[in-house]
């Protein structure tokens, strides 16, 4: 008989990374796929995706008859029909182990810290904060999208850069450094320029985040709209975090993670303040581990507890 294993895998627009491990946590196999993210991608592409798994596998002398259990972290896996989609097409494959279909927030959280419990406040694209407690009790806050939601994110970053060059172009407010740097960025000469690009149909919100570093740019030069936009994201940033840290009694590890906290110092350095500021006892770190490693993590944990038997430290 064939070893038993486990998969982990971190789904994404572009690309999926794939862990597999025995039971017991031994690393058996590691590789990369295509885009697993149905928001972003075709359901023929997410299907694709996992035949290759399939192949990969067999190619490292492993077979889908023996896999005890999959986790699959991506964004808008909640989806219903995209649970739907995912799970039957890992049967159609032959898998017949457990499958754990979570948000990538929580392979995030498992990759980061080796212990359950935790925080992860991510701010990228959009911006989420998931925690487990020590009871192991799950809390979320964000994560709702763009049109309502993504608090502190560079999405919301990018909008307030734009929102401020128009205020500033009709006098609501004072002139920023921002305009210039957001013509160049955008190759436009003039605020017509600037809304004919950003209503052009099929403007996607990653375009409007990617002017999100002009902010960076505008803070070194003392500009005011700029850090007016700073204090404005570290606050949505320490309410964010703080809506989950508030279900904790005893003192807590917070990963960051995201481009926006990952890149940015001031950022960084300016939510730490405002979160601390309310949670003196807290230990706030920046991201380390692989949401991969996480989801083998989290599977490697579930399996264990319905075979009755101890999970390996740190799995």
């Given amino acids: 008989m064939n070893e038993p294993f486990v998969i982990g895998m971190d789904g994404g627009g572009t690309a999926t990374t794939v862990m597999v491990s025995g039971l017991q946590g ?3 196999a590691q590789f990369r796929l295509g885009p697993l993210n149905i928001n972003g991608q075709s359901r023929e592409a997410a299907e694709d995706t996992l035949a290759e798994l399939k192949g990969e596998l067999e190619k490292s002398g492993l077979h889908m008859s023996d896999c005890k259990g999959i986790c699959i972290g991506a964004a808008g896996i909640s ?10 097409s890992l049967k159609e494959q032959g898998l017949e182990g457990v499958i754990r279909l979570v948000g990538d927030h929580e392979t995030a959280l498992a990759g980061a810290l080796e212990e359950p419990a935790g925080v992860i ?3 990228g694209t959009g911006s989420i904060c998931y925690g487990i407690n020590e009871s192991g009790a799950r809390f979320r806050a964000g994560g709702y999208g763009h049109i309502i939601d993504d608090a502190g994110s560079a999405y ?4 307030d850069i734009l929102r401020a060059v128009v205020r500033a172009a009709d006098g609501r407010q004072k002139q920023t450094v921002l ?3 957001a013509f160049r960025f955008l190759k436009a000469d003039s605020v017509g320029d600037l809304i004919t690009w950003l209503y052009q149909p099929g403007r996607s919100k990653k375009e409007i985040a990617a002017l999100a570093p002009l902010l960076e740019e505008g803070v070194r030069e003392k500009d ?11 606050e949505e940033l320490a309410e964010l975090a703080g809506a989950v840290l508030a279900h904790f009694k005893s003192p807590v590890s917070l990963v960051v993670s995201g481009s926006v906290l990952m890149k940015n110092n001031e950022i960084y350095d300016l939510f730490c303040k405002k979160t601390k500021k309310r949670f003196p006892g807290l230990e706030i770190m920046k991201m380390r581990g692989e949401a991969a490693q996480g989801a083998l993590r989290i599977i490697l944990r579930e399996t264990a507890e319905r075979n009755g038997y101890e999970a390996i430290p740190g799995n």
């Fill in 179 to 181: 305009t210039e740097k």
């Fill in 224 to 234: 005011q709209a700029s850090m007016e936009i700073l204090d404005h994201c570290g």
């Fill in 156 to 159: 919301a970053i990018g909008k």
């Fill in 79 to 88: 989806n219903r029909d995209t649970s739907v989609l995912l799970t039957r």
């Fill in 121 to 123: 406040l991510i701010a």
């Fill in 26 to 28: 031994n690393l058996m």
